[in-house]
């Protein structure tokens, strides 16, 4: 079943998140409600953070140790030294908060990092967790996939999370998902809706996009032209990549969630076109957005 491949993204939970968030952050019954109608539609992978907040803290009091739990470690700080002993406290730390003993994945939130200086002792720290059955998983939460074999080839990790949405289009280089597939490992795909920017009405766009109007204009004729709605375009055009194991999914509430679980039981099968205009690195980037193009 489809929605078994959705991964309950949970930055909402401890964050104000998203270009199109209106509601600001999840209250904590809502948190309930939504964890609730994800369990019963067998949802059962959760994707936070240590940076996320309140999130970690949330889950824990909610009870979460029939999920496939993945968190993320922030980038180390210059001045550590004892890099084994930084990873560590982080996780356990993770675990007080989520109240477990163990957790399914544990991904960094800086792939960079594994390429610097200090990179093996970061992944032979992440390799300690794992063979001590603190993790079933290691992996990274990658931004650059241009990078990503480099980051695979240094070490072997499980777990890959990759943004991947219909106006970015690069984990789907086949190349890349033979490569990850070959290597065994699990692709999560984030980033569906574009932290929302897929989501919002027409004339809705912000200024600071006007660099990719015209692929906008072409986005909202290409959905008038099928009828279609941005969600299950979004949805489906992801769900129809085979390789991608978990798609990540942020909801503000339950009928969000209700929706997204619809859309995925959906049989039928979505022809989305190739974009004729240019697809801007700041428009694919959230990380420049704010910044000056």
């Not at 009870?63 to 496939?68: A, F, I, K, M, Q």
């Not at 001590?132 to 996939?145: A, P, Q, R, T, V």
Request: aromatic residues 8%; negative net charge; hydrophobic residues 40%.
């Amino acid at each position: 079943m489809n929605q078994e491949r959705i991964a309950l993204g949970t930055v909402q939970f401890g964050l104000d998140y998203g270009i199109a968030n209106s509601l600001g952050r999840v209250a904590e019954g809502e948190v309930t409600n939504i964890l609730n109608t994800a369990k019963i539609h067998r949802i059962r992978t959760l994707d936070t953070a240590i940076s996320y907040g309140d999130s970690e803290s949330i889950l824990g009091n909610y009870g979460v140790s029939d999920w496939d739990l993945i968190t993320k470690i922030p980038t180390k700080p210059q001045t550590v030294q004892d890099v084994k002993g930084w990873v560590i406290d982080n996780v356990e730390c993770s675990l007080k908060r989520l109240n477990l003993a163990k957790i399914y994945g544990i991904m960094l939130h800086d792939p960079d990092q594994v390429l610097g200086y200090q990179g093996k002792a970061i992944y032979e720290a992440l390799s300690y967790l794992k063979n001590n059955n603190i993790c079933e998983k290691i992996g990274l939460s990658i931004y650059d996939i241009g990078k990503v074999e480099q980051y695979v080839s240094a070490y072997d990790f499980d777990l890959v999370q990759a943004p991947l949405n219909i106006f970015d289009r690069r984990l789907m280089d086949p190349a890349v998902l033979r490569m990850l597939k070959s290597r065994g490992i699990e692709i999560h795909a984030r980033s569906i809706f574009l932290q929302g920017l897929l989501l919002l009405k027409k004339g809705s766009v912000p200024d600071g996009f006007l660099h990719s109007k015209k692929l906008f204009d072409e986005w909202y004729s290409w959905l008038n032209q099928e009828d279609v709605d941005p969600i299950e375009a979004c949805l489906k055009f992801v769900l129809q990549v085979k390789e991608i194991d978990r798609i990540v999914i942020g909801v503000q509430d339950v009928g969000q969630l209700q929706d997204i679980i619809s859309i995925a039981d959906k049989k039928g099968f979505l022809q989305v076109p190739q974009w004729q205009s240019e697809i801007h690195s700041q428009l694919i980037n959230p990380g420049l957005w704010h910044r000056k193009s």
